[in-house]
């Protein structure tokens, strides 16, 4: 019961952050004398988000955009009407400054919430714009706080499992290449393995990039920093795996159109895509066993020597593979009718 519990209170920080940092703020904006409290839990609700930085990034854009749109309005409201034009022309000045300004299209959206509430609620209500601009600073103040150091939202472990499952992959497409090697490469289903492989890489360049946010404010995170670090090392290994592989399976595609990929050949470099499938598979075996890279198996002894004869010609045919792809790529389009 006790394990489930902290595993609510670490996982699910959003379901009961946000009631506790609502409250707190509330009773912080009527101590501090508003006669609107609710707009200091109304700034907890918006700024909480899934990550940290991307709650201090609203908060400030919040409270910049509801300052700005309090003063602009309280100096301007006083010589003008209030009515559906007057407000129409209200938010059209303030974009146009936004515009000029090249400011953030969020602090825009306060500005202009700001704007149209202060312009209503002003004559009616006195206090509202200093109501709005304390309660909106408190309620910043209160999510950030809690959000930073009441149990930060982690996404490391996610990362971890999203790159393990990762490395499994790789490991797979190099035996499905494998195998597409044994059947002759047929060209319909080489476009099929790559679109396959970034799709993968992908997801796990996106998770690892919300790791890294979320402990980007985390005082906590020195312990997982290090964490960090191993998993975006092991992300530059993988990211170079799926790019020669790509590049590998574009090469047995071309020399499979050619009609001289002989069935001798097809044969060894089955063979080895396969030993490479399984040294990808020791590699993360060996990772989640002791959390760093030191095979020292056979399979990662293995050595693929290039052929003496062939030594001179290596460079040359891979620079040429490389820029008649470049071409066929960027060729005008009439030329590629």
């Given amino acids: 019961m006790n394990e489930k519990l902290m595993d609510f209170i670490k996982n699910q920080g959003i379901v009961w952050k946000i009631p506790i ?23 907890v609700i918006l700024s909480i988000q899934l990550t940290v930085d991307k709650s201090i990034q609203f908060a400030w854009q919040r409270v910049l955009g509801t300052i700005a749109g309090v003063l602009f309005t309280v100096l301007i409201t006083p010589f003008i009407g209030i009515n559906g034009w ?24 306060q500005v202009a919430l700001s704007i149209l509430m202060v312009m209503y609620f002003q004559s009616k209500m006195p206090s509202y714009p200093l109501d709005r601009i304390r309660d909106t600073i408190i309620g910043a103040i209160v999510a950030i ?3 930073l150091l009441l149990f930060p939202p982690d996404s490391v472990n996610k990362a971890r499992n ?6 499994n992959h790789l490991s797979n497409q190099f035996t499905n290449t494998a195998l597409w090697i044994k059947e002759g490469c047929p ?21 690892l990039d919300k790791a890294e946010q979320s402990l980007r404010y985390n005082p906590f995170g020195t312990k997982k920093r290090d964490t960090m670090n191993q998993l975006t090392r092991q992300m530059q290994l993988l990211r170079s795996g799926y790019s020669n592989l790509a590049d ?3 090469v047995f595609a071309k020399w499979s159109e050619s009609g001289s990929f002989a069935k001798e050949n097809q044969q060894i470099w089955n063979d080895h895509v396969s030993e490479l499938a399984k040294l990808v598979k020791e590699w993360n075996n060996d990772l989640g066993e002791s959390g760093t ?15 003496v004869d062939m030594k001179n010609y290596l460079y040359p045919a891979a620079l040429y593979m490389n820029s008649e792809q470049v071409t066929q790529d960027f060729q005008s389009p009439t030329k590629s009718r």
């Avoid at 289903?189 to 998770?207: C, D, G, V, Y």
Wanted: overall charge positive; glycine content about 2%; some cysteine.
């Fill in 293 to 307: 890279s030191s095979s020292t198996s056979k399979v990662s002894a293995m050595q693929m020597k290039v052929p």
């Fill in 248 to 250: 590998m399976i574009r």
């Fill in 86 to 109: 007057s407000i129409g022309l209200f938010l059209f000045v303030a974009a146009l400054c936004v515009m000029c300004l090249n400011v953030n299209h969020a602090i825009f959206v």
């Fill in 162 to 167: 999203k790159l393990d499952q990762l490395s």
């Fill in 187 to 207: 060209s319909h289903t080489a476009h099929a393995l790559q679109k396959s492989l970034f799709q993968e890489l992908h997801q796990a360049t996106t998770e």
């Fill in 145 to 147: 706080v809690i959000h």
């Fill in 21 to 43: 940092a609502s409250a707190l703020s509330w009773e912080l904006a009527e101590w501090a004398g508003s006669k609107h409290p609710y707009l200091a839990p109304l700034t």
